[in-house]
């Protein structure tokens, strides 16, 4: 791995430290409400909630997707509605535009679901508090390698939110495959178990981020695989992370940030 800076106030820890410290933040997280529970999957500790999450769906054919045309208008239909699980089907659509992903919403994509952005410079979704999505590959409008430009580029997802969770999804030629950050702090946010490819940044993380896991990723033939810029406290573990011009890269105060990677 390639990186800007030095691994000062990076840990390199057991399992049986990190474990027990994510352990703690994920019940400080949940605290004595609803139905959350914690679920140890693997070596990972992921909050859940149903009484958020009902089990109502929508598809997106039902607001009238069709399959190789642009779901636009059809994914923000789907998203305005009571359904709080929107299904995107086994199918290769277009979009033309960004799309916001309320709180308390999540988009399931079946196997196959694929959306490739067709407007250059305009990211895909945006994922506001307690959001949540997974198993749709997200495809740009094309990549070279070079530094991401800005943290406001062509992305797949970007997280402004707290306890927003993207798992099993896949990313490729995009400015960024996955974007978080904010003027306002995040917390609790899980990137796992995604496939990340010929992005200029693989995963970004840019200001303002606490308690959060960016977990089991493949992150392979871009530029940047995790760029982590100004504050952020991160577990970072379990990534794969292979050809790629630079692997992990710190500027600006994340060189003094904390971070635990495993």
């Given at each position: 791995l390639a990186a800007a800076s030095n691994m000062t106030n990076k840990r390199v820890m057991t399992w049986d430290t990190v474990t027990k410290r994510w352990e703690?933040?994920?019940?400080?997280?949940?605290?004595?409400?609803?139905?959350?529970?914690?679920?140890?999957?693997?070596?990972?500790?992921?909050?859940?909630?149903?009484?958020?999450?009902?089990?109502d769906e929508a598809n997106i054919y039902d607001y009238g997707a069709i399959a190789g045309g642009d779901i636009l208008i059809p994914l923000k239909a789907a998203l305005a509605s009571s359904k709080k699980?929107?299904?995107?089907?086994?199918?290769?659509?277009?979009?033309?535009?960004?799309?916001?992903?309320?709180?308390?919403k999540r988009i399931i994509g079946n196997t196959?679901?694929?959306?490739?952005?067709?407007t250059?410079?305009?990211g895909i979704l945006v994922m506001q508090q307690d959001s949540y999505v997974s198993g749709v590959e997200f495809v740009g409008t094309g990549y070279s390698a070079a530094m991401p430009s800005s943290v406001n580029g062509e992305y797949g997802v970007k997280i402004v939110g707290s306890r927003v969770e993207v798992d099993n999804c896949k990313f490729s030629l995009l400015e960024h495959g996955?974007?978080?950050?904010?003027?306002?702090?995040?917390?609790?946010?899980?990137?796992?178990?995604?496939?990340?490819?010929?992005?200029?940044?693989?995963?970004?993380?840019?200001?303002?981020?606490?308690?959060?896991?960016?977990?089991?990723?493949?992150?392979?033939?871009g530029y940047i695989g995790i760029w982590l810029r100004d504050e952020a406290n991160l577990?970072?573990?379990?990534?794969?992370?292979?050809?790629?011009?630079?692997?992990?890269?710190?500027?600006?105060?994340?060189?003094?940030?904390?971070h635990d990677i495993v």
């Open positions: 703690q933040i994920a019940k400080d997280s949940v605290g004595g409400s609803g139905g959350s529970t914690i679920n140890k999957v693997g070596q990972d500790f992921l909050i859940s909630n149903d009484s958020l999450f009902l089990k699980t929107i299904i995107i089907p086994n199918a290769n659509f277009t979009i033309s535009d960004t799309v916001i992903v309320p709180s308390y196959g679901a694929n959306i490739t952005q067709t250059s410079g305009k996955v974007i978080f950050g904010g003027l306002t702090v995040l917390n609790r946010c899980i990137i796992k178990d995604n496939l990340i490819y010929a992005n200029k940044g693989g995963i970004t993380a840019f200001q303002n981020i606490e308690y959060s896991t960016i977990i089991n990723n493949r992150i392979y033939d577990l970072i573990s379990n990534n794969t992370i292979t050809y790629n011009t630079v692997g992990i890269r710190w500027d600006g105060l994340a060189s003094n940030s904390d």
